[in-house]
């Protein structure tokens, strides 16, 4: 029988949500816009969805998340008063 910190894992889980939620990372393209931190969301869709929004991405020759990061941006600009 092995023990089970003898076994390597893929990825490990943050010990609470909250911290996962609000962990960051840095961006070269945030940093460039000002931004120096992102956050992670994350949205279910159907596998038809998904390969539609891919290949328009390749298409453009852009990245799926900077595509839907601009789409978002379009959709939600930030509004006077924001802090954020």
């Known amino acids: 029988m092995t ?3 003898d076994k390597r894992r893929f990825a490990s889980r943050p010990g609470d949500a909250e911290s ?3 962990a960051t990372r840095a961006q070269q393209d945030d940093k460039a816009a000002g931004n120096a ?5 994350t ?3 159907t596998a038809e969805l998904r390969g539609r929004i891919k290949v328009v991405a390749f298409r453009r020759g852009v ?3 900077d595509m839907l990061r601009d789409l978002l941006a379009r959709e939600f600009p930030a509004t006077e008063g924001d802090n954020r």
């Open 3 to 5: 023990d089970r910190t």
């Open 63 to 65: 990245t799926v998340a």
């Open 20 to 22: 996962w939620i609000r």
């Open 37 to 41: 931190f992102t956050a992670r969301l």
């Open 43 to 45: 949205i279910d869709v």
